[in-house]
């Protein structure tokens, strides 16, 4: 059993390392971003694939979704701290080659998970599912109520005009990582999921205008 680790932060990789050394059968290998993903999953097709979404270089689930089909054979396992109910449910629709695990989970459902995955099923983590069935909410936040620090609001702006992260972080002198979180939390805050629907709340809230965003 072939599993890529496909996660930035070392002690989330040393942990699942760690699992999976307990694991009869598995070999892990790392990913270090999208590219080296790709070039693994083509020469092993039928891998898990541990995936922290947020912090790794895929735009959006629309991105995310061409992956998953790209490599049917692949199972695929978001592990995240954060990820918004919608996106949730959009994984779930990819088929039961997909499983969400939040890294608060225990080691008990980490295994579990990883044991699911193996046998091409779909696993949600408890505190997921709880999340899922909760009832209703309203998952749109007024503009008013959206508390994004002024670190936030430049690089929404920037990735609204279109910059891809690694052009913000070159042009912030920051880590890719720094503002891939950063980006994370914008997306959590703002309750949307992918670049065109931050773009559309930078527009509402006059962060750029439309002549500029079509430039």
Not at 65 to 91: G, N, T
Not at 112 to 122: D, F, L, N, P
Not at 126 to 134: G, I, K, P, S, Y
Request: glycine content about 4%; overall charge negative; aromatic content about 8%.
């Amino acid at each position: 059993m072939n599993i890529i680790l496909s996660d930035n932060q070392d002690i989330t990789r040393a942990g699942m390392q760690f699992i999976l050394s307990s694991v009869e059968g598995a070999e892990s290998r790392q990913a270090d971003d999208k590219y080296e993903l790709m070039e693994q999953l083509r020469q092993h097709p039928d891998s898990i694939v541990v995936l922290d979404y947020t912090l790794f270089d895929i735009n959006d689930v629309e991105e995310l979704q061409i992956l998953h089909d790209r490599f049917p054979l692949a199972r695929w396992i978001l592990f995240s701290v954060d990820l918004s109910i919608d996106f949730v449910r959009r994984v779930i629709a990819m088929g039961n080659n997909c499983s969400v695990l939040l890294k608060e989970s225990s080691m008990h459902e980490i295994r579990e998970c990883i044991g699911y995955a193996s046998r091409r099923q779909r696993y949600i983590c408890q505190r997921t599912a709880e999340m899922l069935f909760a009832p209703s909410s309203v998952s749109s936040q007024d503009e008013e109520d959206v508390k994004l620090t002024r670190t936030e609001t430049e690089i929404l702006k920037d990735i609204a005009l279109g910059m891809t992260t690694k052009e913000i972080a070159e042009k912030r002198f920051s880590s890719f990582h720094t503002v891939n979180t950063h980006r994370k939390n914008i997306f959590r805050k703002l309750g949307v999921n992918n670049v065109h629907e931050a773009t559309k709340y930078a527009l509402r809230a006059g962060l750029i205008d439309s002549a500029e965003y079509y430039i």
